[in-house]
């Protein structure tokens, strides 16, 4: 391989996970066919990572990609929560947050859990033909106030953390399928989304030690394939350059202390905390300087590619590092393709068996009967009991606060947040959390209040807005707040006063798919005993 070949396979880039450049929904991030297919056929490509589609579509997009690469590619996707909650059709569990509440009450319980929520997803994940998981998240989310990680963390305590991400690495080990802890060295005790921002963590070294890096010491004694650097500034080990770009925080602390000799991959090079401040090109270079092995998510896989080369040409970059990454790459795709040494021509196994095959592989029995004890372990069911009323159905409003209107998958006339309640009469209304100012409402309404808030990626905040605090307090103070449904965050359930919840029946479900939301609504129009 000549040298641009072997930077081409350190690039891992984002493409949309249908097959039709009509359907690519993020045209910004997402390249259409004709791109894709000289970055993967010309350039040599390495991987690629999706998002959008159900499992049957990226389960043909692979085999479509497969065909293009002169390698066989790293083929990866953040599914966290499953392999459902990227790829419709597929399990979707409740996010790892919800298995650290059940742990408080019963550990060994929530270990099984974690254990077999990471073999579920990594069975899933090669039926379709993925063979990376950007999974489990290590980090200790103990700020409340943490818009990125918030319940996407196995919990607010280290040991916690370190507990249930080596189960959830032990039950994914059952399969050929590459695991990943992340973000190192922990993007737990941040207000600020590093898709935006830089964050900046303050703490000292020791406090890094006996809190941020237990969880990856679990990880790394569990065998975990990859780790994922985080865009922070952490000025005790550097104060100068972010950990993804930093030589001193990936390799002077996770490969020489830390020991770690897998795949180092960055966190996405189109994140505002790396792109703003570097651009691409130096970004892509600084990186591999740092000891990365995987470049994820550049805009322009070409511009890295070149980039980097011209590092090597100009002395700054050895190429002997490019080898050493190369080896770990090689490493990884044999451990994902068995049959298959570096230097031989691709076989025919790398394509995916027949798509009609996996509805006998997807979304099982087992499956969603682990997904419906976990959301029913973790559930939170209090407040008063409502009498039955017979109440003109036009005076019973079904008030549905979701964190950004236009993208909520989980929502629609068919999910159980609108039909359900629809059936006793309630007529839904949806609104944004992330309006500034909300609508005005008609009055004399007896109200059910559903909200759908947590963090996530780009979702910038991860509890209720002021309007929507005013909102709840407006519902309170007319008498019309009738039951509420808090889906998501177990924050935003702190947001509620003790007096409120004595008062007013509510449930609190970590999920927020439609198996969460008909748990959900099934034991609130239980528990008020509605009869309409």
Known sequence: MNLAEKVAQM??????????????????WEPPNSKLQYWLQELGVGGVIFVGGSAVDLATRIQQLQSWA???????????????????????????MAIAAIAQTNLKKAQEYAETMGAITAQEAVAIGLNWI??????????????????????????????????????????????TAKHFPGHGDTAVDSHFDLPVIPHSDRRLAEVELPPFFEALAAGVDAVMSAHLLIPTWDGELPATLSHKIITGQLRQKLGFDGLVVTDALVMGAIANGYGLAEAS???????????????????????????????????SRIDESLQRIWQAKTKVYPTWEPGNEKIPDYVSPPTYNLVEKLAQSQAQETVAQILQDSIQVGGGYLAPKNIDDNHLRNL?????????????????????????????QLIDNNSEALPTFT??????????????PFGKIASLTQAGEDLVKKLLR???????????????????????????????????MPKAQAIALELLFKDLQVSL
Not at 81 to 94: C, L, M, S
Request: hydrophobic share 45%.
């Open 285 to 319: 270079v600084l990186a591999v300087e740092a000891g990365a092995d995987i470049l994820l998510m550049p805009l322009d896989a070409e511009v890295t590619i070149n980039s980097v080369c011209d590092a090597v040409s100009q002395g700054r970059i050895c190429e």
């Open 70 to 96: 002169k390698i066989p590619l790293l083929l990866a996707a953040d599914i966290e929560e499953g392999v459902g909650q990227r790829f419709a059709g597929a399990t979707w569990f409740p996010p790892p």
């Open 400 to 428: 549905v606060l979701v964190q950004d209107i236009l993208n909520t998958p989980f929502l629609g006339n068919h999910t159980p947040a609108i039909a359900i309640p629809k059936k006793y009469g309630y007529q839904p």
């Open 134 to 179: 950007l999974a489990p998240v290590v980090d200790v989310n103990n700020n409340p106030d943490n818009p990125v990680i918030n319940i996407r963390a196995f919990g607010e305590t280290t040991e916690l953390v370190g507990q249930l991400a080596r189960d959830f690495i032990r039950g994914a080990q059952q399969y050929a399928v590459l695991t």
């Open 11 to 28: 690039v891992v880039v984002r493409a949309s996970g249908h097959l039709f450049d009509n359907q690519i929904l993020y045209p910004e």
């Open 478 to 512: 007319s008498g019309e707040l009738q039951g509420l449904i808090i889906y998501g965050s177990q924050y935003t359930l702190k947001q509620f006063s003790s007096e409120l919840l004595s008062e007013i029946p509510y449930i609190f479900c970590y999920g927020q």
């Open 443 to 456: 009055s004399n309404r007896l109200t059910l209040l559903q909200l759908f808030i947590r963090g996530n």
